[in-house]
C-alpha cells in the first residue's frame, strides 16, 4: 500500500464511485436526451429523468450522511482520547473553540506536530486545510469510511 499523504488521502468506493454513480449520470444523460429526441413520449422520458435525478440524489446523499456522520463521530471521539493521553486532562473546552474540519486534519499528525498545529488552530484559527498542508510527517489514517 502506498505511503499516505495530501495527496493521496482521499478514499473512494469503486462499485459505488465508478460503476453505480456514473451508470445513472448516463441513464440521466440518455432520459434527458430522449426528451428532445423522441417528442411523442416526452412526458415517459421527462418522468423517467426525474426518477433517476432522484435515485442519483438518494444514493449521494444516504451515502454521505450515514458514513459521514458516523466517521465525523468517532473522529471526534479520538480527538479527545488522544487529547487526554498527551495532555493528561479533559479536551471539552478544546474541542469547543475548534472548528470539526481542524479536529478531522489533527488526526493525520503524530504527537510532536500534533501539539504545535493545535495551538496554531486554537490561536491562529488556520483552516483544516492548512493544517494537513502544514504536516510534516504524515500519519495514515487507512481505516476511513
Known amino acids: 500500500m502506498k505511503q499516505q499523504n495530501y495527496k493521496n488521502h482521499r478514499k473512494f468506493y469503486p462499485p459505488h464511485h465508478f460503476i453505480y454513480l456514473p451508470l ?7 432520459g434527458i436526451y ?9 412526458l ?5 429523468s426525474i426518477v433517476i435525478f432522484l435515485l ?31 495532555f493528561n ?3 471539552d ?21 500534533f501539539k504545535e498545529l493545535l495551538y496554531k488552530a486554537l490561536n491562529e484559527n488556520i483552516s483544516g486545510d492548512e493544517i494537513k498542508r502544514s504536516i510534516k510527517n504524515w500519519k495514515a489514517d487507512q481505516l476511513r469510511v
Open 56 to 86: 442519483f440524489y438518494l444514493a449521494f446523499m444516504t451515502r454521505q450522511h450515514y458514513a459521514l456522520g458516523l466517521q465525523n463521530r468517532m473522529v471526534i471521539l479520538e480527538f479527545r482520547q488522544r487529547y487526554f493521553e498527551i
Open 34 to 42: 430522449k426528451i428532445w429526441d423522441d417528442p411523442n413520449n416526452k
Open 24 to 30: 445513472l449520470i448516463i441513464l440521466e444523460v440518455l
Open 93 to 113: 473546552e478544546t474541542v469547543e473553540k475548534l472548528r470539526f474540519d481542524q479536529i478531522a486534519a489533527l488526526r493525520f499528525t503524530y504527537d510532536d506536530e
Open 44 to 48: 415517459i422520458w421527462s418522468l423517467f
Open 89 to 91: 486532562k479533559r479536551s
